[in-house]
Nanobody
Framework: QVQLVESGGGLVQAGGSLRLSCKVS?????MGWWRQAPGKEREFVAT????????YYAASVKGRFTISRNYYENTVDLQMNSLEPEDTAVYYC???????????????????WGQGTQVTVSS
């Protein structure tokens, strides 16, 4: 059983920054951040392998967002810079506890999900 507790969402102007954090209890192979905007499907944002720290990003956020993990504090953060109104969504932290040889970019690879935190970017 893995529990995830997110924090750090809020309202920011376009061009600003926010940092999301996810406290993880339990062991995982990979952690991911996903988002869902109103009227849209949930989409992959970024993932990090817990042991190696390897990362992968969606094209829409690459170069603006950075995912990181603190191995000792069991937290996974998402630093979001140069935010755009299109980044407005509920952001979810997710934990992958089953090993897959491929990058964790599909929702079926994640078993546990956080409660979500709202990020709103005003223009």
């Amino acid at each position: 059983q893995v529990q995830l507790v997110e924090s750090g969402g809020g309202l920011v102007q376009a061009g600003g920054s926010l940092r999301l954090s996810c406290k993880v209890s339990g062991r995982t192979y990979a952690m991911g951040w996903w988002r869902q905007a109103p009227g849209k499907e949930r989409e992959f944002v970024a993932t990090i392998t817990w042991s190696s720290g390897g990362t992968y990003y969606a094209a829409s956020v690459k170069g603006r967002f950075t995912i990181s993990r603190n191995y000792y504090e069991n937290t996974v953060d998402l630093q979001m810079n140069s935010l755009e109104p299109e980044d407005t969504a509920v952001y979810y932290c997710a934990a992958g506890v089953t090993y897959y040889p491929s990058t964790y970019t599909r929702d079926y690879q994640y078993r546990y999900w956080g409660q979500g935190t709202q990020v709103t970017v005003s223009s």
